[in-house]
């Protein structure tokens, strides 16, 4: 069983930038591919980013392409979402999300493992 524990949300101005982390108990974090999703009230969880387990591989909503730089780091098991530019509408709960697996997917369906999400709010 992975346990997946986000931190690093928060509220912040539009324009501003917020670092998201996640960190894994699995040892085998490097064998796993990792992503962020998120949910506002009231809509459905959506994907924000995705990473192959080296890290070469990354992928993209359209939403945030530009803004948003996911990573992360096997030697610490910690997944990372730098987030700059922020605008109201990323106002979200955010979640990572792991799966073992090679091909980075942008489903929810497609991990079997999630964090409880942290809250980022971006005030209009």
């Not at 974090?29 to 998120?38: C, L, T």
């Not at 809509?43 to 980013?49: C, D, G, L, M």
């Not at 792991?98 to 709010?121: H, K, L, M």
Request: hydrophobic share 35%; net charge positive.
């Amino acid at each position: 069983q992975v346990q997946l524990v986000e931190s690093g949300g928060g509220l912040v101005q539009a324009g501003g930038s917020l670092r998201l982390s996640c960190a894994a108990s699995e040892r085998t974090f490097s064998r796993y591919a990792m992503g962020w999703f998120r949910q506002a009230p009231g809509k459905e969880r959506e994907v924000v980013a995705g990473i192959s387990w080296g890290g070469t591989t990354t992928r993209y909503a359209d939403s945030v392409k530009g803004r948003f730089t996911i990573s992360r780091d096997n030697t610490k098991k910690t997944l990372y979402l730098q987030m700059n530019s922020l605008k109201h509408e990323d106002t979200a709960l955010y979640y990572c999300a792991a799966d073992p697996r090679f091909v980075v997917g942008i489903r929810p369906n497609e991990y079997a493992y999630w964090g409880q999400g942290t809250q980022v709010t971006v005030p209009s």
